[in-house]
């Protein structure tokens, strides 16, 4: 490959010697383009190369491969640095690379266009109207519909271990809402500091109280809180406080006791 590079570009400097010439790849000093400079006749414009994480918005994603003649054709939208790169694209006879995998990323060696569809698609269902029941009833429908993808699902929950699925990696990494976190987990096992903004210690002492969903939290009283162990009046205040706040955002179709 190296040696390929080298032949490519010597061709180009022995074709031009009676010529003085800028042969180098640079740094543009105003964008988050590379010019070629010297290398007319392998060179043709600039091309896109989002950043691949599910962080990078997705009109970011949706523009990989985007080409451009020069650095002033670039759109306003595509020139920070933290979403992607301009690089210099070479005509097709001289291509040496191969752009189709997203490279580093939280989902490495997936398929670009793959990874671009999955995630862009499960992000604008995730952030659309509805219940999150409906919401990932949606998402789970895509899924279903699309079993190819679900590769890149797989890699995404390898690479945010911390996180059993990947409605809990949008909803702690892209679009948290407290009111989808209560609705969506008010009767799972794992999420009381999460919901209820307490420390560890508090959430020990509530698990080996037998406190070990939401649900069962909404019940105490402030003598019952003030029982356990790491709490004390102001912690047990501002734990009735969320309570409060998670009665409120419950859904009708969840039953409080």
Known sequence: MLRKILNLFSRNRSENSSEIQDLTIKPSETSNSYSASGFGDVVDGLQFSPTFLLRTPCEILRANGLCVANEAEIPAYLREQQHGIWLPKLKSEHSLCDMSDVGASDAYGANREDYVKFVCSIKDIYSSS????????????????????KYIESKLLSYYDSYDSIIDILMFNIYFSFEDLVNLHYKDEGYLKQIFGINTRIEKSLLSSGYMVAEDVICLTKVQLMELDGVGNKSADKI???IAEVKSSVSLNISIT
């Open 130 to 149: 509805g219940s999150i029941f409906e919401r990932v009833a949606r998402i789970d429908t895509f899924k279903d519909k699309y079993p190819e993808l």
């Open 240 to 242: 009735l406080e969320k």
